[in-house]
């Protein structure tokens, strides 16, 4: 299955937004952090031992979280649409003295992209679902992407944190309000920000689009798709002050006040393929 002529040209709308954010990233104080910070504990625990295994990174932007596989021993490859995040993750694995393989291609093309090679371990999230068309056809490609007994894990932006929306909006108040949709159905959705995530202005910005996927399409389309989900945590817990209230945690993460409610920011997902 291919993509159709439009949503390919918003895929290349995508591609062309990503590679205007990337210098403006990688030059940002947001990302200045050292590659472990973006890790929960439990990725660890959940991911094992990598010593010697074959791991994908897939849509790496930066390959800021990247380069800590290849620290852990890992034979690692980062895959990413954009051309100008994987100029700036090379040069962070470079000033990092890791060796890490970058390939530039659509996540639909990874099979062809990699040339056949198959993984241990195949990475995805936090910020990488939303820009998926087609989850089913994504959930085929990470399959064939993996080797018979092969882990997928996605460290994700829960569906809720997405409909409450990750960052706010000019004008909007702090309420913990629903601004958006929680579950998938009504097709892509246009951004016109002239801002990113990091606070910088993007100068000639276009249109971008994102397309909504409720954890309950994400968990029935991997098991309709051969994979065995093995664990599926929610957590409280987030990397950025999303609403001013929050506190940062020892380890230096962000979580609402003890007198909010407790609600999931991330979720992590672990399935495996047949051996």
Known sequence: MRLDAQTLQMVAANEADWDARAPLHAASRFYSQPAEFWFADYEWDDLGPLEGRDVLHLQCHLGTETIAFARRGARTTGLDLSAKSLEEARQIAADAGV????VHANV???VEAVQGRRFDVVYTGKGALCYLPDLEHWARVVRDLLKPGGALYVVEFHPLLNAMRPVSLPGESDD???RADYLEGRGSIAHDSTVTYTGDAVPGRQTSYEWMHGLGEVVTTLASTGFHVTSLRESEVLQ???WPSMKQTAEGWWRLPDDAP????LFALKAVTPR
């Open 99 to 102: 060796e890490v393989d970058y």
């Open 240 to 242: 950025w002050p999303r």
């Open 108 to 110: 639909y093309d990874a």
């Open 176 to 178: 913990l309000i629903i």
């Open 262 to 265: 407790r609600i999931p920011l």
